[in-house]
């Protein structure tokens, strides 16, 4: 069975940090791209950073030099450190295999 199951949101003031992490089955894991979306109240789900088999990275841009993806292919596990968080970053942070599967996702909120 597939699972993503993500860990490591909370409340953080503005200007902290937070690292989530996603575990995932080791059959969806080692060959596809991994990534983290978000998704605020009232807002659409939005990308946050991927990351593919090889380790190329890629993120939205109001994230880009304050968050950094990294994955761990022996513990099959896919990370976001998230740095000088701002109130806006406040959102519900999904983990995401192959663009397709999805986890439950971890809160994250930022108090100003």
């Known amino acids: 069975q597939v699972q993503l199951v993500e860990s490591g949101g909370g409340l953080v003031q503005a200007g902290g940090s937070l690292r989530l992490s996603c575990a995932a089955s080791?059959?969806?894991?080692?060959?596809?791209?991994m990534g983290w979306y978000r998704q605020a109240p009232g807002k659409q789900r939005e990308l946050v950073a991927l990351?593919?088999?090889?380790?190329?990275?890629s993120y939205a841009a109001a994230v880009k030099g304050r968050f950094t993806i990294s994955r761990d292919n022996a513990k099959n596990t896919v990370n976001l450190q998230m740095n000088s968080l701002k109130p806006e970053d406040t959102a519900v942070y999904i983990c995401?295999?192959?663009?397709?599967?999805w986890g439950q996702g971890t809160q994250v909120t930022v108090s100003s």
């Open positions: 990351i593919t088999p090889g380790g190329s990275t």
């Open positions: 080791r059959s969806i894991f080692s060959d596809n791209v």
């Open positions: 995401c295999a192959a663009l397709t599967l």
